[in-house]
């Protein structure tokens, strides 16, 4: 990836924020070092801006069922690795990783997604986390 | 030569004011490539973005009943004081200037308004598939003088104006510009989506030429100040709280039955 292009990627991710919410960057609500690999059942797949979403209905330890929601990257990067609306539909099984947000919520940032399939997608980028 | 060097010996040359001449005489302009030239900085004189039944045919919008009833219960706050971007064809009349360039193959819109930008080929290729955006899927083609542009594939989460007429993710706009005078862009467009209104019906408006020199478009941000917050009048903050509501001034949006 050329320089300039990894300084575009850096500032949408670092800049690119939630309507509503104050402008955050990931170091502020994602730990790189809390890795997440959940497997589970898609139950919604917001493919928007300014990102998107993957939520995940996961069985913990303790047999509960818990939703996760893994943040990835706006609609036309995913557009333009090939995703579309219904890529990810309710029902289907898959696993993801992604790194876990700082205030311990069920909530990640996205980083791989094995399809049903077993096909393999990226949810990050090279050098700055999706 | 590069292209836009030739532009810039063109339009040095006076190949412009020609193209104009012309123009009076009751034809449009051409550009190199002799396609019409709808290039220049246009500007809108109506409050369309407040209310667009000021421009629709007959100043009615031909709702469906359920979706009227949707709307009137659904959120108040126009989308655009929270940034989102104005959808089509609300772009085309937010009281802001357009910049309209064209090379081979492609009409470029450059709105002022959050600094848009709707790249239309003019290659009639197919739309995207599987996705939605705010402001769609925009593909060109030409009919004699007329550029004809087809957009699909928006999400609902825009409006048509702040009089909080919506729309669903079933909308479908055809935009027509026709440039009438060296000063006047005619613009038209059809609105269909069945799952909000009845039939397809029309808005109509001048966009009107910048004449003034050296004219440049500026910056217009949504989010630099306030707090992340647009503030357009004639919103106002309410007291108890942040409530933006605009009153439609026309009693003028029906249901048919």
Redesign the interface.
């Known amino acids: 990836m050329n320089s300039k292009l990894c300084l575009l990627v850096l500032y949408a991710v670092l800049f690119a924020s939630t309507?509503?919410m104050?402008?955050h960057s990931f170091a502020a609500e994602y730990d790189r070092a809390k890795v997440i690999k959940v497997s589970g059942t898609v139950t919604k797949f917001d493919?928007?801006?300014p990102h998107s979403w993957i939520y995940v209905d996961v069985k913990d330890a303790n047999g509960a069922v818990v939703n996760w929601a893994f943040e990835t990257g706006s609609?036309?990067v995913l557009?333009k690795r090939g995703f579309?609306?219904?890529?990810l539909q309710p029902g289907m099984m898959i696993t993801i990783t992604g790194y876990g947000a700082k205030d311990n919520s069920n909530t990640a940032d996205a980083q791989e997604l094995t399809m049903p399939d077993g096909t393999v997608k990226t949810l990050g980028t090279e050098n700055n986390p999706g | 030569m590069n292209f836009r060097f030739f532009l810039l010996v063109a339009l040095v040359a006076g190949l412009l004011p020609s193209a104009f001449a012309q123009a009076d005489a009751g034809k449009a302009p051409r550009t190199p490539e002799g396609k019409p030239d709808l290039q220049g900085v246009w500007e809108t004189r109506n409050a369309a973005s407040f209310d667009v039944s000021e421009i629709a045919e007959e100043h009615e919008i031909p709702y469906l009943p359920a979706a009227l009833e949707k709307e009137q219960k659904g959120p108040r706050v126009d989308p655009i004081i929270?940034?989102?971007m104005p959808g089509v064809p609300r772009i085309s009349y937010m009281p802001f200037p357009i910049q309209i360039l064209q090379r081979a193959g492609v009409v470029i819109f450059m709105y002022e308004y959050l600094h848009d930008i709707r790249y239309v080929t003019t290659n009639s290729r197919p739309h995207?598939?599987?996705?939605?955006?705010?402001m769609g899927d925009s593909v060109g083609h030409w009919e004699g003088d007329t550029l004809v542009v087809d957009v699909t594939d928006f999400?609902d989460k825009t409006w048509l104006d702040s009089a909080r007429h919506t729309h669903s993710d079933q909308l479908h706009v055809v935009e027509r510009y026709t440039r009438v005078g060296p000063n006047t862009i005619s613009y038209e467009a059809t609105i269909e989506d069945p799952k909000t209104y009845t039939r397809p019906w029309k808005i109509s408006m001048t966009l009107h030429r910048n004449t003034e020199p050296g004219f440049e478009l500026r910056d217009q941000e949504c989010t630099e100040g306030d707090n992340?917050r647009a503030i357009h009048p004639p919103y106002r903050e309410r007291p108890e709280g942040d409530i933006f509501e605009f009153v439609r001034p026309y009693p003028a949006t029906k249901a048919t039955k």
């Open positions: 309507p509503g104050a402008h493919l928007s801006n609609a036309g557009y579309r609306k219904d890529t | 929270h940034c989102m995207l598939d599987g996705i939605d955006f705010a999400n992340g």
